[in-house]
């Protein structure tokens, strides 16, 4: 029975990677007695096997402390077995150490990790002859893939059949050899490591080589080295690399670098010359239509009713809405928390600040996790599979024109659901005025909090056509290549990179992957909404229900953010035309914490202060034609995002310079093309 296992290997050899994934959580942390060397033990998962990480070394010679400390591990607490982890990638390092180790009279499991790497380079390495050379059980995994792994822990378990018995293995030259044999007769009987022990003292070392060998065998010793003009030890060392050189070139092949058969066969079809643009896009609109349509639809209007309350959900499904009414209705969060204020006393402005303020904010970010999850998952799993490198690859060319690389086309399609997940889905994007360009271009790809300004303005002004609602996506795409070629040209000098990728194998995705990709990016989602989303909201309440009297009131019109709106109106002036309303601007700052307050403050504000309803065409909308409206939702749309989304630019410029050139740049380019449309408009 193997109860107790060493893990032994070079540094970076994997060791800590493949310990934790050997013991899951079961570990204890501690120091070697008398150094202060990290000593882990854990049990192997699902066994009673317990193994002890020991330290990174090159050998057992013990030069260093991290040498003696694992020799002497073995030596003194006779592990039942040394897992012996390498780096198959470098294996003429890694058997160094694996011969010497096979020379401690205890069974050795070599561990070949890195597989994926090895196989991405495009070699072989052939484990059967393998171990017919070492004379040892080898097995390959990859302890990042978790490849292997199962097979890895079959093996300990049942190592008493699998794991031959450390027998001596002669790698030396005869000369040697026959001085080892002579040695190792001498060695006291209750020396287990005789081999070990015997080549450490023809090598003359000191912890071995006591009086009565020198006196045995110094002569014996000097006549080897004359005859190879070498000190032992190097001459031990030079055998051991002649060796391992042979093992290398048995072992290893180099296959021509080439997709496996199943790989090249899809990729027939997927990156077919013809096939490959329209399958890309049915793979996105059916992913469109999963996330933001089917399971946004079926979930905005339910989050939004448990955070706001109300008694009719809509349901916006792709192939049409329904509108569910739920007779009493429910509270929600806000108003329920806002009765609790009111019950106990608290003011009628409190009351609002949680309901209206803060719980609204959050709450119009939190709508969109369902779909938000469901987009991740979705992405997740091409990206895994293997799709998503072919489609970067896909489109890197064209992407490269822009001043952008194929990686930056994912940020784009997750933009279209949030922009929040689409900008920190640029972090992949190594080259630095790439992933800057891409950060400050995402934005501009309408999201769907951006979604209901177009529909109303399109079912106010346009009667509804669809294809005007067609037109902003298409007039987004054209924005950010006009901006792509404008940022390129004239703000960011940039040298040219070249991306150029080995495409991977199609894979099964890895569900634990996934799982963890998914939540990791779900939950940077909503913390978001918990801490920019939660503050920025709170201040926008206190301008839009404060006066300058600093006191409470429920009229928009006399609130520190219509007076905002009304010194920041004129800047809405070409577009609107000269009859501006200061509730559009008081609306657009709105539209800085969620885009689709841009319209629900619409409503407000003609509820309140200019008379009539958004909706009868008689209200704010009277304000408008089409070309001001057209000019305003492109201001709208393509100004600086929410803040949710200026907080991710901000993150991941990582420096105030290029934020705010960003923020500049699409508030100025916002600002240049909505008002060309309301001139274009008041001139014809
Ligand atoms: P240690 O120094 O032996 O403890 O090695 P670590 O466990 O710290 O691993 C060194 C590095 O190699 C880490 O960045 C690991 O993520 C990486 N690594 C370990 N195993 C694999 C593997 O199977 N494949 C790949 N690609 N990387 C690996
Ligand atoms: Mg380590």
Redesign the pocket.
């Known amino acids: 029975m193997i109860r107790t296992c060493a893990l032994v ?10 310990f934790n994934v050997l013991t899951g959580l079961n570990q204890k942390v501690g120091n070697w007695p008398g150094v202060t060397v990290e000593r882990k033990d854990g049990l192997i998962r699902g066994t009673t096997i317990n193994i002890t990480d020991l330290p ?1 070394i090159y050998s057992l010679s013990p030069y260093t402390a991290e040498e003696e400390i694992s020799r002497k591990f073995i030596v003194e607490e006779r592990p039942d077995l040394i897992i012996n ?1 390498i780096d198959s990638t470098s294996i003429e390092r890694a058997l160094y150490l694996t011969t010497q180790l096979m020379e401690l009279n205890t069974k050795v499991l070599v561990v070949l ?5 090895l196989k991405k380079k495009g070699y072989i390495i052939d484990i059967v002859k393998l171990e017919k050379l070492l004379g040892t059980k080898c097995v390959s ?5 978790r490849t292997g792994i199962k097979e890895l822990i079959d093996i300990i378990r049942n190592g008493d059949r699998l794991i031959p018995e450390a027998k001596d293995h002669h790698l030396f030259s005869l000369e040697v050899e026959n001085v080892i044999s002579d040695v190792s007769k001498e060695l006291d009987e209750n020396v287990s490591e005789k081999r070990f022990a015997a080549i450490k003292i023809v090598e003359r070392d000191n912890r071995y080589y006591d009086k009565y060998f020198k006196e045995r065998f110094e002569k014996e010793i000097s006549a080897l080295e004359e005859q190879f003009d070498l000190d032992t030890e190097q001459l031990i060392a030079s055998e051991r690399y002649n060796y391992i050189e042979k093992i290398r070139d048995k072992v290893i092949t180099k296959t021509k670098v080439e997709k496996d058969s199943i790989s090249a066969k899809i990729d027939k079809v997927l990156l077919n010359k013809w096939l490959a643009i329209p399958i890309f896009l049915i793979v996105i609109v059916v992913i469109y239509l999963l996330s933001v349509g089917l399971v946004g639809g079926a979930t905005v209007g339910i989050v939004d009713m448990l955070f706001n309350g109300g008694d009719t959900i809509e349901f916006p499904m792709p192939w049409g809405s329904y509108e569910v009414s739920l007779g009493e209705g429910i509270m929600g969060l806000g108003p329920w928390l806002a009765s609790c204020i009111t019950n106990a006393g608290g003011s009628e402005w409190a009351a609002s600040l949680v309901a209206d303020g803060a719980v609204a904010g959050v709450g119009a970010v939190l709508n969109f996790v369902p779909q938000i999850m469901i987009l991740f998952l979705l992405l997740s799993l091409l990206e895994t599979s293997g799709y998503m490198s072919r489609v970067t690859f896909l489109f890197d060319r064209l992407f490269k024109k822009l001043g952008m690389s194929g990686q930056s086309l994912i940020p784009f399609i997750v933009g279209t659901g949030c922009s929040v997940p689409a900008i920190m889905g640029t972090r992949t994007i190594q080259d630095k005025d790439e992933h800057q360009m891409t950060v400050t271009l995402t934005p501009f790809m309408p999201c769907s909090a951006k979604l209901p300004i177009i529909s109303c303005f399109v079912a106010g002004i346009f009667g509804g056509n669809y294809l005007v609602t067609a037109f902003m996506y298409i007039l987004a795409i054209g924005v950010i290549i006009l901006s792509g070629y404008l940022l390129n040209k004239f703000f960011i000098k940039r040298h040219s990179t070249n991306y150029i990728t080995e495409l991977p194998d199609y894979h099964t995705p890895s569900m634990s992957y996934v799982g963890k990709d998914v939540s990791e990016k779900t939950w940077a989602f909503i913390k978001r909404a918990g801490t920019i989303i939660f503050l920025c909201s709170i201040v926008i309440w206190v301008l839009l229900n404060v006066n300058y009297e600093f006191t409470y009131t429920t009229n928009v019109e006399e609130s520190i953010l219509a007076d905002i709106g009304r010194s920041i109106a004129w800047i809405f002036a070409p577009m609107l035309g000269l009859n501006f309303s200061w509730g559009a601007s008081v609306s657009a700052v709105q539209g800085l914490v969620a885009k689709e307050l841009v319209i629900s403050s619409m409503e407000v504000i003609t509820a309140v202060g200019e008379g009539g309803d958004v909706f009868a065409g008689n209200g704010m909308f009277a304000f408008f034609n089409g070309f001001s409206a057209m000019g305003y939702m492109i201001f709208t749309l393509f100004s600086a995002p929410c803040f949710g989304a200026i907080g991710a630019m901000k993150r991941e410029l990582n420096n105030s310079k290029d934020f705010w050139r960003a923020i500049i740049f699409q508030t100025g380019l916002a600002w240049i093309l909505a008002s060309l449309v309301g001139v274009w408009g008041a001139l014809l």
């Open positions: 290997g070079n540094q970076n050899s994997g060791k800590t990677l493949l990174g982890i990790n890195m597989e994926d790497i995994i990859s302890a990042l893939r």
